[in-house]
Nanobody, 122 residues
Framework: QVQLVESGGGLVQAGGSLRLSCAAS????????MGWYREAPGKQRELVAAITSGGSTNYADSVKGRFTISRDNAKNTVYLQMNSLKPEDTAVYYC????????????????WGQGTQVTVSS
């Protein structure tokens, strides 16, 4: 199985920056895509950004030009650099692995971290 631990959330003023990190641990042979989702109060969880093992990225329109996703495959870690933060970015941010080859060379799907709170004050 894959355990995901996020860090880097916090409180920041509008216009500020934060960097989220998510480290995957466990018996992992390979990871396909890693991504960040967020869930604001009263809203559905939505994709913020995702990155494949080859480095292809995908962003929500609302964060394009402000957020950058990257990953270190050797460390099984994904990052989200968030700049020019807005109050509407306030949410719990969750790390996700869509598919991984884990112990016993088995495929595992849809792993989630516990979430980290990001609060942007106006």
């Amino acid at each position: 199985q894959v355990q995901l631990v996020e860090s880097g959330g916090g409180l920041v003023q509008a216009g500020g920056s934060l960097r989220l990190s998510c480290a995957a641990s466990g018996t992992i042979f390979s990871i396909n895509a890693m991504g960040w989702y967020r869930e604001a109060p009263g809203k559905q969880r939505e994709l913020v950004a995702a990155i494949t093992s080859g480095g292809s990225t995908n962003y929500a329109d609302s964060v394009k030009g402000r957020f950058t996703i990257s990953r270190d495959n050797a460390k099984n870690t994904v990052y989200l650099q968030m700049n020019s933060l807005k109050p509407e970015d306030t949410a719990v941010y969750y790390c996700n692995v869509d598919r991984a080859v884990v112990g016993g060379l088995k495929l595992g799907y849809d792993f989630w971290g516990q979430g980290t709170q990001v609060t942007v004050s106006s």
